[in-house]
């Protein structure tokens, strides 16, 4: 762990000296949202819905990788199995079983989406979410109860503070009164 937090304060001072303030959860965050909301224009959601929805699994994201201290392979929603072939066990994680390993976070963002839009346990949820008829936080518990992760409160509480710390910093975004660059598809 205290190798994987060198490397992060190693690559923040990198990013700072070439002119980027933004910190280490500031590009993380911002690289996730853009690929999230790329992936999500592609599947033909429009752009503020595309923003809403990658600000749900953004927040996810968060909350799984705590931060994002705990990302590995491309895979902050920590997806288990394979993909492409590819997987790999997390020392950090104390148990046995594979996660999903990406090439990049372009592919991890069109897999994660793929599954919570499409996927048998996920779908249903997606969909309340993407027609208005539940909240962030009632998206997350439903993906919960649905195999996701301990229903617990405590789960959906921590979840839930997490949504006003990314709506704070993406606020502007979702009103579309602030162009990220590449988080749209030109042409």
């Not at 600000?55 to 199995?81: D, M």
């Not at 789960?155 to 993406?170: A, C, F, K, T």
Request: net charge neutral; proline share 5%; aromatic share 12%.
């Amino acid at each position: 762990m205290a190798v994987m937090v060198e490397a992060i304060r190693t690559f923040t001072l990198a990013r700072e000296r070439a002119g980027d303030t933004r910190g280490p959860w500031g590009w993380w965050a911002d690289s996730r949202f853009t690929a999230l909301v790329r992936a999500l224009e592609r599947t033909g959601a429009p752009l503020e819905l595309a923003r809403f929805c990658a600000s749900c699994i953004l927040v996810l994201a968060t909350k799984e990788t705590g931060w994002p201290v705990r990302e590995w392979n491309f895979n902050p929603w920590n997806l288990r199995g394979q993909f492409g072939g590819y997987s790999a066990v997390r020392p950090d994680a104390g148990v046995d079983h594979p996660f999903r390993a990406y090439p990049d976070i372009d592919a991890s963002a069109g897999d994660v989406i793929r599954v919570l839009s499409a996927g048998a346990r996920y779908r249903h949820a997606w969909s309340d979410l993407v027609r208005g008829r539940s909240t962030m936080v009632e998206w997350y518990a439903a993906i919960l109860e649905a195999g996701y992760g301990p229903p617990t409160q405590a789960n959906i509480d921590e979840y839930s503070d997490l949504v006003g710390l990314v709506r704070q910093r993406y606020d502007a975004y979702l009103r579309g009164t602030i162009d990220v660059p590449g988080t749209h598809l030109e042409g």
